[in-house]
């Protein structure tokens, strides 16, 4: 797959679709995730928070199997990924160690 990385070191900073703008983490709201329709997956390192049918049925393997995973490594997963142009978000959780990605594409 291909893929352009950003990272985000303010753990508590709102992070914002790159095509619509929409906040799809946004710590204002009760429900501060808000996926919009670009959003292919939010994860953090311990799992998945939120995941688009297309980009799931590109994995190989499905949610339920990744997250029964002992050996599980998010990140490691969603880059194998048969995706084009992704562009992913990488924001530190403020845990040592411990991320949480995100993943937009146009279509
Ligand atoms: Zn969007």
Known sequence: MTY???EVSDASANISCPYCDQ???DW???QYIQPCEHTLFMAMDLGFEFIADRFEAAL???VDE???DPNMNIYATVTQAKYLNIQIFK???GV???FR???FSKE
């Open 28 to 30: 204002t709201q009760e």
């Open 23 to 25: 906040a799809v983490l």
């Open 91 to 93: 924001a530190d959780l």
């Open 101 to 103: 990605y995100i993943g």
């Open 60 to 62: 190989s393997q499905s």
């Open 66 to 68: 990744i997250h029964d």
């Open 4 to 6: 352009q990385l950003f």
């Open 96 to 98: 040592e160690g411990m």
